[in-house]
Structures are given as structure tokens and as C-alpha cells.
């Protein structure tokens, strides 16, 4: 089996690297490329199986694709990307990526990135990582503090039965990008990263609960 990568990126030279990389490596093969939010979006149409991109993009940012990939089909992101600040780092991880690797990572850390992330692991550089353990030692609100609207109860539950943000968002009347900002905000209000971790944090709070 051969795993298709797609890479996101604005810079020739970088694209051009990584390209050769991902090429060198077995079982895995380049099935296409983009510089832009826009292409990049078609390119994720295709559902490869990961998904390399940069966050500074030509028209926007590669942060905006990540609800893409994550909306109905399973490929795995990786972020690509000289920006190594806690902000940027941890609005990748709220918006749902799997992997973040700096540019000036070690050689062989794209390899082994491919290989984590499609083993469900995920691939982080050292500076990002200290983002997310600082993010985790920080102390979680108590439920009394947690204010969740009806609105945002609504789109758990939804959410929780395992439907898509399109779908979700066909139940609710709204946008699946706009489910999406919703879902961060829940995110931020639970103190997770995941949609996984907020409906666990969700049933616990008792937010929302299971029948039967």
C-alpha cells in the first residue's frame, strides 16, 4: 500500500524539499501540491492520507484548513511551519491537527512524522510540546465556573453521536465552519483540545449524558 501526502506550502524551495522527501520514503508518495487556502482546499477534497501545511499561507492561513480535513474524511495533519509561539501552537491543536514540526527540525523527523501520525501517535517539535505540558499544568475551571450554553449543550450532544460539522451543522441550521468556531469555544471553556476530550469532560460535568 502506498500513502498519499499532499503538501500545503507557499514556498517553492520548501515544497520542493519536502516533496523529495516524502518521495524517498517507502510506501509513502506525493499526490499533490498547493501554495494556497483555496487550492490546498481542493487538494484535501481527495482525502489523501496526510496532509503537510504550512500556517502562512499566500491568501490566508493553513489553519483554516485543518476543519477541512477534519470534516468527514480521516486524513491526518501535520503542521509545517517556522512559527513556534505558544498562540499558534495552540490554536493548530484546538483546531483539531495531529502533528506540529518546526522547519528547522532534525533530518528524518518528516519521516518519522509520517510514520507516528498514521500510527495514531503525534508528531510534535520540542517547542511546541512545552506549549501544550504548560497548557496542561495550567488548573482547570471547576464545573461551577464552566458556562455552557443551550446552544452549545445542543451542538455536544450532536457532536458526541459521532455526526460530521456538515452534519451537525444540517441539525442545527448553521454553517459546518461555523460549527467549527463553536466547537472551539466549547473547547476553551472545557480547558481540551479535542473533540474526544470535550464530550468525556462534557459527560462528567454532566453537561450532557447517555441513555440507556
Known amino acids: 500500500m502506498t500513502y498519499q501526502v499532499v503538501i500545503i506550502e507557499d514556498n517553492v524551495v520548501v515544497r520542493e524539499h519536502l516533496r523529495e522527501m516524502v518521495n524517498r520514503i517507502e510506501s509513502f508518495s506525493v499526490a499533490g501540491e498547493a501554495d494556497s487556502v483555496v487550492a490546498g482546499s481542493e487538494l484535501l477534497d481527495t482525502a489523501p492520507d496526510v496532509a ?15 476543519a477541512k480535513a477534519r470534516d468527514g474524511c480521516a486524513t491526518k495533519v501535520v503542521m ?9 501552537v495552540l490554536r493548530a491543536f484546538d483546531a483539531g491537527a495531529d502533528g506540529y514540526l518546526l522547519k528547522d527540525g532534525p533530518v528524518g523527523s518528516i519521516e518519522t512524522a509520517l510514520h507516528d501520525v498514521l500510527a495514531g501517535r503525534s508528531p510534535i517539535s520540542a517547542a511546541a510540546a512545552t506549549h ?9 475551571p471547576s464545573k ?3 458556562k455552557l450554553t443551550p446552544r452549545e449543550i445542543e451542538l455536544l450532544q450532536l457532536l458526541a453521536k459521532g455526526l460530521s ?3 451537525v451543522g ?3 441550521g448553521i454553517k459546518p465552519l461555523t460549527v ?3 466547537a472551539k469555544t466549547i473547547y ?9 476530550e470535550a464530550v468525556y469532560e462534557a459527560v462528567n460535568e454532566g453537561f450532557i449524558r447517555f441513555d440507556g
Not at 511551519?81 to 498562540?87: A, F, M, R, S
Not at 501544550?132 to 482547570?140: E, G
Open 144 to 146: 461551577s465556573e464552566v
Open 80 to 88: 509545517i511551519t517556522v512559527l513556534g509561539d505558544e498562540q499558534t
Open 52 to 66: 503537510l501545511i504550512d500556517i502562512d499561507l499566500i491568501d490566508g492561513s493553513g489553519l483554516d484548513l485543518i
Open 165 to 167: 460539522n456538515a452534519e
Open 132 to 140: 501544550l505540558l504548560r497548557r496542561v499544568r495550567r488548573p482547570k
Open 180 to 182: 467549527g468556531t463553536h
Open 188 to 196: 476553551r471553556k472545557l480547558s481540551v483540545n479535542s473533540r474526544t
Open 170 to 172: 444540517e441539525c442545527m
